[in-house]
Structure formats: structure tokens, C-alpha cells
């Protein structure tokens, strides 16, 4: 028969009043065992304090990645832990190197164009995933978000400083360009993105058709515009040639569980 040990003594409690005031939450959640732990094993005060610390640094840490991760709008699941590089017509070495986002430190964009269902979308929503988890900021959006968001701010005349706040994250996301119609304000705000990033934050793009062709969803100088700034710094991928991930896991059965008996 197990017995188990008894729970750790509270911490005093002007020691508590302490903790929340200066706001330490790890601290005070960590400070019984430790402290019990620390009294059985005669630990030196400042080994205490040591890892008293290193709680509070790594909840926090924690806690400003989940923030990071909540306030970024990214869908939740695609994370290069489930990403298959050899899937994708993407060289290895170039998965290798975006991995590392030196790109995003020097303000350079990603283009990934492809068909429908060949990772683009996966690929750079893991990167925004690891990115954050690396220390970064990023928001996604898709062109109707970016639509969305002008058509908010344009009645008190906030465009500009709605596309400043969203230029503040390292990296932004805007997925699946071209999939749909792009309606004059989606245009307009493609643009602004763009143009307020250029230089300054990461952008990564996909799309199914290249950048190139843009002229034929958006008027051909708002498109020469957008692409001329989005192109100048940037990595430039396709992904055309390869059957849908989609549609091969919905042919082999695995595009759903087993349905229980």
C-alpha cells in the first residue's frame, strides 16, 4: 500500500499578501513544496531563490506564449511537429533555412503559391506557430479579415492607425490569396499592409496563383504596386505540380476517424 506524503505546509501568510502584490504567481504556487524541499534538504538561500525565480520566469514565459498564441488569430493545429516536409515540393534545405526565421529578423516576406491543397497554408501557419514559440509576434488574416478590418475603421477615419497596430506584430500571415473574388476594399487593404510592412515586418503570403499574375484579381496599378513592394525582399516558393494533400488522405480513408461500432 502506497502512502502518499503529506502536503506541503502554506506559505505564511504576510509572505502570500507579499506575493500578490508584486505580482508573482509562480512564485507563490511553487513556494510551499520548494520551501518544504529546500528545508530537508539544507539547500543554501540563494539555491532557493534560484529556483523560486526560474518558476516565475518560466510561467511567465508560458503565459506570454499562450497570449502570443491566442491574440495572433492563428488556426490552432498546424505546427511543423505535424508538418510532412517530404510531402511538398519544397527543398528540405529551404524548410531548413525558413525554419530558423532569420528572414523574419530582417524584415523579409515568404511567397508561397501553389494548387489548392499541396501545404502552403500548413506550412506557413506552423511557421507563425514556431515563431511565436521562438519569442516572435505574428497575426494572420485572410483578405476578407483585412477587408473586414478597413471597412471597421473607415468610418472614423482609424484606417491608418488600424494598419500601424497590425504592422507591429514581426509577422503577419495573410493566407490564400486569389481563392476568391478580391472585392475593391480587400484590394485597398492588401495594399496598405504591404506598403505600412515594407522594410519593416516579415509578411507571409500564399496564394494560388503568383504573385505575378495579382493584375487579374485587383486593377493593374494597385496590383503593380503591392507586388512590387511584397516582392523586392522576398523568398519565393511554388508549390504547383502536386496532388492535394487533401484529397489523397480523403481517397486513403484518413481524412476521418472510424466511426465507433
Known amino acids: 500500500m502506497t502512502v502518499k506524503a503529506p502536503p506541503p505546509p502554506p506559505i505564511p501568510d504576510e509572505l502570500d499578501r507579499l506575493l500578490r502584490r508584486l505580482r508573482m504567481p509562480y512564485v507563490r504556487k511553487a513556494a510551499p513544496e520548494v520551501l518544504a524541499t529546500a528545508a530537508s534538504q539544507r539547500w543554501e538561500p540563494a539555491e532557493v531563490l534560484r529556483v523560486l525565480l526560474t518558476e516565475e520566469e518560466a510561467g511567465r514565459d508560458k503565459a506570454t506564449t499562450a497570449m502570443r498564441r491566442c ?110 473574388p478580391v472585392a475593391p476594399d480587400a484590394a485597398e487593404a492588401l495594399f496598405r499592409v504591404v506598403d505600412a510592412a515594407y522594410e519593416k515586418r516579415s509578411i507571409a503570403l500564399t496564394s494560388n496563383i503568383h504573385p505575378a499574375g495579382f493584375d487579374e484579381l485587383m486593377p493593374k496599378t494597385l496590383a503593380a504596386a503591392t507586388v512590387d513592394r511584397l516582392l523586392h525582399h522576398a523568398h519565393v516558393l511554388l508549390t504547383d505540380g502536386l496532388e492535394s494533400y487533401r484529397l489523397s488522405q480523403a481517397t486513403a480513408g484518413k481524412g476521418v476517424r472510424p466511426l465507433a461500432e
Open 71 to 180: 491574440g495572433s488569430g492563428l488556426p490552432a493545429g498546424k505546427t511543423l511537429k505535424a508538418w510532412e516536409e517530404d510531402r511538398t515540393s519544397i527543398p528540405k534545405a529551404t524548410q531548413q533555412a525558413l525554419r530558423t526565421l532569420e528572414w523574419v529578423g530582417q524584415a523579409e516576406n515568404l511567397c508561397l503559391a501553389g494548387l489548392s491543397g499541396t501545404g502552403k497554408s500548413h506550412f506557413v501557419e506552423a511557421l507563425g506557430h514556431h515563431a511565436i514559440d521562438k519569442g516572435k509576434t505574428v497575426a494572420w488574416h485572410t483578405l476578407e479579415s483585412l477587408a473586414a478590418l478597413m471597412r471597421r475603421h473607415r468610418a472614423d477615419d482609424s484606417v491608418a492607425k488600424a494598419i500601424g497596430k497590425l504592422i507591429r506584430a514581426d509577422l503577419i500571415v495573410i493566407d490564400d490569396v486569389g481563392l476568391l
